[in-house]
């Protein structure tokens, strides 16, 4: 609950978008025995600290925290590749540190995405032994339903998949449920390891246990192989590094768009009409000009495509769909947007502790730029989307 001026008294924040610094022990202890040298882990490798699983390189070592042991945000993209966990700060990593962090920025509750095994779970796919990808799965999805029982229910970590395979996607989704975690994420693009995209029928039965789970299945930015480059080909070859990922990182946001397109085109929300879908970290103000261009260009361009949807794109976002906002602070702008997408749809998030997140004041950053709207909406906007989308436990 915040005391901020421009806020009702009752208002309950939740954010829906902060990342885990994942302890380099996660995995290890854990283990059962046998697989102690092959869970991901931190080993040297050519001199150099670095996470491995099996034994090859899944990343490096930095925490991908920009929020220092000190508690000072830095602008400084080497900090965030290079530092280790132990060296930022303690709430990207723990649970009571991240709490009294909470406390004091007037945020009832997290949701946590992953940073090593990649925001979708990308980096345990492909090849390799089926069992120890799995257990993989099954070790980082049970330490965080520790967590959110260790934070007394106010983090709520995202579940992964084995997205490499349906019928282990099927049996992991009762498990996390039976843990009491909320929601999953995957690999947004499946074909870039030789499987069906998700708007085939393979994945219909994921789609239809989600459904019937009553879990969100989100898609945060990068959530893939081929999404995952900060760089990618966005930037000129001129720029400077730190233009890179600036245009780089835009870029990324607004690639959840192709997601977005592809899953109402393809007929996945069509044929599930009560899956929950939350596109993660991508921004608002985007969405109602490019919701407005899907609708056009299906009547326009894709006859085919329109005998087998019931609704327009727009609609079905509506519906089914969430999106989430953070650093756009163009009062007008971002509140006029939200109106349009669906004040139902729209939830606040702070990206902690990434380069782009609001700190250290997100609740009275935001809230200043709602400040002419009712109470009503902020309720909505900044924790009670969250909560009925997440079936959040709120106090």
Known sequence: MTTDAA??????????????????DLWLKRAPRGYEDRVPQVRDVDGRPRWVFDGEPIG???????????????????????TPVHEVAAGASQVGPRLELMDAQGIWAHLIYPNTVGFGGQQLGGKGDPVLRRLAVEIYND???????????????????????????????????????????????????GLPDLSQPY???????????????????????????????????SMDSGARMAIGSAMLFLANGRIIANLIYGGVLERHPTLKVVSVESGVGWLPSFLNALDYQLDETAPETRRRLSLKPSEYFRRQMGACFWFEDDGAL???????????????????????CLYPDPVERALAVFAPESDELKRKVFGGNAVRIYDLPAP
């Open 203 to 237: 994945w219909d039965p994921m789609w239809a246990a989600l459904a019937d789970a009553g879990l969100p299945v989100n898609f945060h930015i990068g959530a893939s192989a081929s999404q995952i480059s900060y760089h990618g080909s966005a930037p000129w070859p």
């Open 334 to 356: 971002i509140r006029e947007a939200i109106k349009q997408v669906g004040v139902d749809n729209c939830m606040f998030e702070t990206d902690f502790p990434h380069p782009t």
């Open 7 to 24: 806020a009702p008294t009752d208002l309950l924040i939740v954010d829906v978008d902060t990342h885990l610094s994942e302890p380099w």
């Open 60 to 82: 490096g070592v930095g925490a991908a925290s920009v929020i220092g042991a000190d508690m000072e945000k830095r602008y400084d993209m080497a900090f965030m590749f290079g």
């Open 143 to 193: 330490a965080m339903a520790e967590m959110q029982v260790e934070s007394g229910n106010r983090l709520f970590p995202q579940a992964i998949l084995p997205w490499w395979d349906v019928d282990q996607c099927l049996v992991e989704i009762e498990r996390v449920r039976g843990l009491g975690l909320v929601g999953v994420n995957t690999n947004a693009d499946p074909q870039d390891a």
